[in-house]
């Protein structure tokens, strides 16, 4: 079967919202906004509106939407990976390791304890509602046990998307582009690595992504250390070259290729903050994808 580009026929999706975490709960800070977010082609996506509200309590998902998400995920052949989450402690020789899978399990029972989670679905349609590209997203934080020379708390952003291009009658939906963002604001979380550090590009390959963090002179050694598996069909997950800026404290992974196959894109940053503080980041999703003639 040949292919021929028919054009683009979309708009770009995109949500972007901001959440606070403090001293080991996470809260949503002021007001929600809908706005619009220009895209690549020079038109306006809308946004939802999202109210936000001060709350002590933990933004997590409950049981029912947890289940709901994972079975719109197995109804359409994918999942997100389990995570395995290994936390040592040098003061007593304390180490544990487990599976978890946030989706099925309480998250808490494990030594990664998630502080904030949220899911959330993007489609690039056609002018006339045609889905070239769905994708489902999953995001969670991490709060770790390690702290820094200075007593500053580590915590690990993690982003994944399952990407699925749509088959239609007389042309195919290929993805181009699916990206997730987090990006800190207020000045109080500091970015200190990431992953993927580079261009991962193996296709049909289960690829093992891992995020470690170590406890430095001074304060509580140790290291904790968050990791899983993607997969893609084509195309390479990396760093986004322009968006990915350490010393703004932005991360950005993003998908960049041109495939009909499912892929996944997954991502990780750590960061510390002080404990009596208030985090604030935004994050930000998109999807990109374009038709081609079946001949």
């Known amino acids: 079967m ?41 038109s306006q996506s809308k946004e939802t509106a999202h109210t936000a509200n001060d709350s002590d309590e933990k933004q997590l998902l409950t049981t029912e939407e947890r289940q709901r998400f994972s079975e719109r995920l197995k109804a359409n052949s994918i999942e997100p990976a389990t995570l395995q989450i290994s936390q ?88 181009k582009e699916a990206y997730i963002e987090y990006e800190f604001v207020g000045g109080e979380g500091d970015m200190k690595r990431y992953k993927p550090g580079g261009d991962r590009n193996k296709h049909g390959i289960p690829m093992t992504m891992s995020m470690t963090v170590s406890g430095e002179s001074g304060g509580i050694g140790g290291s904790a250390t968050l990791s899983g598996e993607f997969t893609i069909g084509g195309g390479t997950v990396r760093p986004h070259r322009s968006r990915m800026n350490m010393s703004n404290d932005r991360f950005n992974v993003i998908f960049e290729g041109s495939t009909e ?35």
């Open 2 to 42: 040949s292919k021929k580009n028919v054009g683009k026929g979309w708009n770009r999706r995109s949500v972007l919202r901001r959440t606070g975490l403090a001293a080991g709960s996470v809260s949503l800070i002021g007001q929600g906004s809908a706005s619009a977010i220009r895209g690549g082609d020079g």
């Open 88 to 175: 040592k402690r040098n003061t007593g020789g304390e180490y544990r390791v487990s599976e978890v899978d946030p989706l099925q399990e309480d998250p808490t029972d494990t030594p990664g304890e998630i502080v904030w989670e949220d899911t959330a679905y993007r489609k690039d349609d056609t002018a006339i509602g045609n889905t070239i590209v769905e994708a489902d997203y999953y995001l969670v934080c991490y709060k770790t046990d390690i702290m820094n020379d200075v007593g500053h708390r580590y915590y690990i952003l993690y982003g994944w998307a399952g990407c699925r291009p749509q088959e239609h009658a007389l042309w195919t939906g290929n993805l």
């Open 261 to 295: 196959a499912t892929c996944e894109v997954m991502g990780m940053c750590a960061y510390t903050r002080p404990e009596d503080v208030v985090t604030e980041w935004d994050y930000n999703l998109g999807i990109d994808g374009e038709r081609w003639n079946k001949e």
